[in-house]
Nanobody, 123 residues
Framework: QVQLVESGGGLVQSGGSLRLSCAAS????????MGWFRQAPGKEREFVSV????????SYGDSVKGRFTISRDNAKNTVYLQMNSLKPEDTAVYYC????????????????WGQGTQVTVSS
């Protein structure tokens, strides 16, 4: 089992940057693909990014490609999301999750979720 705790959210102006962290408990962290999702009020949870076990493979949603970077440190049981050039439409609660299925962009493929961290981008 994996327990996840996100941090690093906050209020930032448009064009600014934030770095989210997700700390995982459990010795099996390195066995999971790790993903980031976000959910804005009144909208469905949206795929943001995913990273492979080793960190050698990553994927991004179209809306964040070129602006966000996912990374992980298996020695620290932590996954990161560096967010640059933030826009007001990036405002959402951001969740990290551990993937136990094959469809890396599907919410249903992730078994473990953090509690989320709020990111607010002002215009």
């Amino acid at each position: 089992q994996v327990q996840l705790v996100e941090s690093g959210g906050g209020l930032v102006q448009s064009g600014g940057s934030l770095r989210l962290s997700c700390a995982a408990s459990g010795r099996t962290f390195s066995r999971y693909f790790m993903g980031w999702f976000r959910q804005a009020p009144g909208k469905e949870r949206e795929f943001v990014s995913v990273i492979s076990w080793s960190g050698g493979s990553t994927s991004y949603g179209d809306s964040v490609k070129g602006r966000f970077t996912i990374s992980r440190d298996n020695a620290k049981n932590t996954v990161y999301l560096q967010m640059n050039s933030l826009k007001p439409e990036d405002t959402a609660v951001y969740y990290c999750a551990a993937n136990s299925g094959r469809d890396l962009m599907a919410v249903s493929a992730y078994s473990y979720w953090g509690q989320g961290t709020q990111v607010t981008v002002s215009s």
